[in-house]
């Protein structure tokens, strides 16, 4: 069982930035992949970012390529989304999400755990 709480949303402007992070309880972290999910409003929730257990590899969405990036601490069982160049269209609620599967899953269906989310919103 894990536990998922994330943080660091709010309101920036186009073309700031924030670093979202998610801490997790539990002491089996390290096996679990996590990624980013966002959902906005009347849309479904779409994947974001990944990262495998040991950090070593990450997959992003299209969307976000060059702009995210994900990272997590092991030893802080802790995984975080840094966000540059933010748009109006990041607006959403971001997840995090913990999948017991190895590689790099970005459909939903694969993640086992999710937090409650935090709400980011990009103004223009």
């Known amino acids: 069982q894990v536990q998922l709480v994330e943080s660091g949303g709010g309101l920036v402007q186009a073309g700031g930035s924030l670093r979202l992070s998610c801490a997790a309880s539990g002491r089996t972290f390290s096996s679990y992949t996590m990624g980013w999910f966002r959902q906005a409003p009347g849309k479904e929730r779409e994947f974001a970012a990944v990262i495998t257990r040991s950090g070593s590899a990450t997959y992003y969405a299209d969307s976000v390529k060059g702009r995210f990036t994900i990272s997590r601490d092991n030893a802080k069982n802790a995984v975080f989304l840094q966000m540059n160049s933010l748009k109006p269209e990041d607006t959403a609620v971001f997840y995090c999400?913990?999948?017991?599967?190895?590689?790099?899953?970005?459909?939903?269906?694969?993640?086992?755990?999710w937090g409650q989310g935090t709400q980011v919103t990009v103004s223009s």
């Open positions: 999400a913990a999948s017991g599967q190895f590689g790099l899953p970005y459909s939903p269906s694969a993640y086992d755990y």
